[in-house]
């Protein structure tokens, strides 16, 4: 058996001798000079020798280091040991129970964020709560009525959306066709007085036995007519400005005044349509198809005569050429107010009173437009028809 031993071999060290040989060329050996050889001592002149040092094997030097040559394995000899690895160091040993760090508890979640109180300068619903604390359904919707002031008086309103539309009475903010009907009366009376006094003051002032009386005739006449003349001015001026008028200013519960802009206005039935911009109102949700039963128990909100923030309490008498119909008292001023249920769910907008004579504060019944056709009449209210007639309570 062949034994291979393979042995690290220590640096080569080598005497070079360069001399000239007889042509006179350099010589460059490891044997000494020929006329050395067989003799102990050396040349008187020798070239100074050169000690090298055997170099590694050329090889890729880029990357990891290049490898030694192999020594030459000799048989017979057993392979020197490896020289000892330098230990390294133990790899630590996986944690136990017992050992292991205790487990960080894991962190808290971040309490969310509060919501930012309501601004009460603009979330009037929030405002109004606040302040009055409703304890019933029709005091909570007496929070979105307000009193509506134009050119010819004031009439009443509500909220029907949380962004400041409402609803009121097309007589509210524009002439009916009666508006005025007393002052043009008295106008036509005063216009006939100054026709017949003019005819008496026909005849020329000396056919008159006195005639003091004919100047005093005349200055009545001046007078009378100027009085007639700006009356008639008056009206005129009054009905125009009413025709053209697009802002009116409403009353909240609490005493607040805002502007209301026209939207739009009915052209079949007695509705107008206002909105209150930069807001959130509170509003009363509607109770379409309502089948209110007779003796029902209603509630009509609004400010009649001139006072403000009123409610009156009476039943639900029947419909009458799809009006309905109540016995709770409705008023001048009352005009555009809702009719709500116990449950404050508007059915209906006052408009006027049925009564037995001229006078409308008579004893009577109050005769209210049903919700459905006011939604109906207007594009904006269209579109919250069947969502709002899911929200609102039954009757």
């Known amino acids: 058996m062949l034994w291979q031993l393979c042995v690290a071999a220590p640096p080569a060290l080598a005497e070079i001798y360069r001399y000239q040989d007889e042509q006179g060329n ?18 008187p002149a020798a070239a100074p020798r050169v000690r090298i040092q055997r170099l590694p094997d050329d090889g890729p030097t880029t990357g990891a280091a290049a490898p030694r040559r192999r020594p030459p394995i000799m048989p017979g000899i057993a392979p020197p040991a490896p020289p000892p690895r330098a230990a390294q160091p133990a790899a630590p040993a996986p944690p136990t129970a017992a050992t292991a760090p205790p487990l960080a508890a894991p962190p808290e979640p971040e309490p969310e964020p509060e919501a930012p109180p309501p601004d009460l300068r603009r979330d009037l619903e929030a405002r109004l709560n606040a302040q009055f604390s409703p304890v019933s359904p029709v ?40 508006w005025a009907a007393d002052q043009e009366a008295a106008l036509a009376e005063l216009k006939a007085q100054l026709d017949a006094l003019e005819q008496r003051l026909s005849l020329p002032r000396d056919r008159y036995s006195d005639p003091q009386n004919y100047d005093r005739g005349q200055r009545l006449l001046r007078e009378r007519g100027r009085e007639y003349r700006q009356g008639k001015r008056e009206l005129e001026m009054k009905r125009n400005a009413a025709l053209l008028q697009r802002a009116f200013e409403i009353q909240l519960k609490d005493g607040k005044r805002l502007t209301a802009e026209l939207v739009d206005l009915s052209p079949l039935h007695d509705l107008a349509l206002l909105r209150v911009s930069g807001y959130r ?113 039954a009757p």
Do not use: C
């Open 281 to 393: 109102t509170p509003f009363i949700r509607p109770l379409f198809d309502a089948r209110l039963r007779q003796t029902q128990r209603v509630y009509a909100i609004g400010s009649p005569l001139g006072i403000t923030d009123t409610v009156t309490a009476g039943t639900y008498t029947g419909k009458r050429e799809d009006m309905l119909v109540t016995d709770a008292r409705i008023m001048p001023g009352n005009s555009g107010g809702p009719l709500v249920t116990e449950l404050g769910a508007v059915v209906g907008v006052n408009t006027w009173k049925a009564t037995p004579g001229p006078d409308p504060q008579e004893r009577g019944f109050g005769i209210s437009i049903p919700i459905d056709i006011a939604f109906r009449e207007f594009p904006d209210l269209q579109a919250r028809l069947g969502r709002a007639g899911g929200d609102a309570p």
């Open 26 to 43: 350099w010589v460059f050996t490891d044997r000494p000079p020929p006329e050395q050889l067989g003799t102990a001592a050396p040349a």
């Open 139 to 178: 005091e909570a919707s007496s929070l979105a009525v307000v009193t509506v002031t134009s050119e010819l008086g004031a009439g009443s309103g509500f909220f029907v959306s949380d962004d400041g539309l409402l609803l009121t009475n097309r007589h509210v903010v524009r002439p009916p066709p009666d």
